[in-house]
């Protein structure tokens, strides 16, 4: 660091944040092009209330006014890891600033680690950009793209054989719409996640993001004979629709009725004024991935960075890896019951 650097830090003062900084740190985040939706005030308590992790909310300041902000949680398990994480759960996270207050923000998080004794600190970055950090970038891709005002024309940009399969949906008794509650969604996405071999969210998960982030949040469920077969949690930030947790039961995939219910976000998005359609992320090799591609979205490698105390190794949680292949196995053949009671427990050390 050279003298300049050094004048320019000291200016710049970094504390956490507190309850009373959402607005501020809202303002900020909803007034920056790179601003995510996971980089937003209402999961600091959204998450820690439900899985039980610290928050550790950085802001920078420069003469009072924030100059740059950093969600960060301190996520513990003894069965998944310990580390520093922003944010757990989220596509996103890593600090939002000015070149200064994100390093600033880097030093305090760094002091933190220390502190913490957190093995690993990881910014879950698009674009890795700190020399030194080990960087992953073959394991999550993001899918993002425009949305036209004209349905046709949205609908057109599916490819061929997708869009066969989303006009049969359209036409057969099929029923969409947005929900107030979480009922619906949660029964589809509880039996969705248990046949994939994932521990389930709590059902009050899914209720607190709707309370935390209001209209900027919804579920849409679809409908056969009355019954919810297919359902997502829709999260909205400036004139972006991202429906992010979402699921459909057995029976969803014969009637087309997971292909029906993203077109029916992206009718209901158009509606409400957006104009990009981001898809959320996915792993590699994975059928999601496979099935965003095939409504022709093209795949944005996200490239996660990490700094790792000495002797540390990256943190593996990714369910592909071969020592997860047994729990994966047996967490399959589970009753639902069993699985949505046990589910909780486990996963608060998984995102």
């Excluded at 949680?73 to 310990?82: T, V, W």
């Excluded at 795949?299 to 020592?323: D, H, I, M, R």
């Amino acid at each position: 660091m050279d003298a300049r650097d050094a004048i320019l830090l000291s200016q710049l003062k970094v504390r956490a944040a507190g309850p009373g900084d959402g607005a501020g740190w809202d303002g900020f985040v909803l007034a920056r092009a790179d601003g995510s939706f996971f980089h937003r005030f209402g999961w600091r308590e959204v998450l820690s209330r439900n899985f039980g992790l610290k928050p550790h909310y950085l802001i920078a300041e420069r003469g009072g006014e924030i100059a740059g902000v950093l969600p960060l949680f301190h996520q513990k398990s003894r069965l998944f890891g310990n580390g520093l994480i922003a944010a757990p759960f989220c596509v996103e996270g890593g600090p939002l600033g000015d070149a200064d207050a994100v390093a600033a923000l880097d030093h305090a998080a760094l002091a933190l680690m220390a502190q913490t004794r957190a093995p690993f600190l990881e910014y879950r970055s698009r674009k890795a950009e700190r020399a030194g950090w080990v960087a992953k970038r073959d394991l999550y891709a993001g899918f993002c793209r425009a949305l036209s005002s004209k349905e046709e024309e949205n609908l057109t940009a599916i490819p061929r054989k997708q869009r066969a399969v989303v006009r049969k949906a359209i036409a057969s008794p099929l029923k969409g719409g947005v929900e107030e509650g979480v009922e619906a969604l949660y029964r589809v996405y509880a039996e969705s996640v248990r046949n994939l071999g994932t521990p389930v969210f709590p059902k009050r998960y899914f209720a607190d993001l709707r309370a935390a982030f209001g209209a900027d949040c919804d579920v849409m469920v679809i409908r056969d004979n009355g019954e919810p077969v297919s359902a997502v949690l829709n999260f909205y930030h400036n004139g972006t629709v991202l429906p992010y947790y979402g699921g459909g039961s057995s029976a969803a995939r014969k009637s087309g009725a997971n292909d029906l219910l993203y077109w029916e976000v992206m009718r209901h998005a158009v509606a409400r004024g957006c104009t990009h359609f981001d898809f959320g992320r996915s792993k590699a090799g994975t059928g999601a991935f496979a099935f965003k591609k095939n409504w022709g979205f093209e795949p944005e490698w996200l490239e996660y960075e990490y700094f790792l105390k000495p002797g540390t190794s990256l943190p593996e949680k990714n369910p592909n890896n071969p020592k997860y292949a047994a729990f994966i196995s047996l967490w399959k053949k589970l009753p639902m019951p069993v699985a949505n009671f046990l589910g909780p427990f486990l996963i608060r050390g998984l995102g």
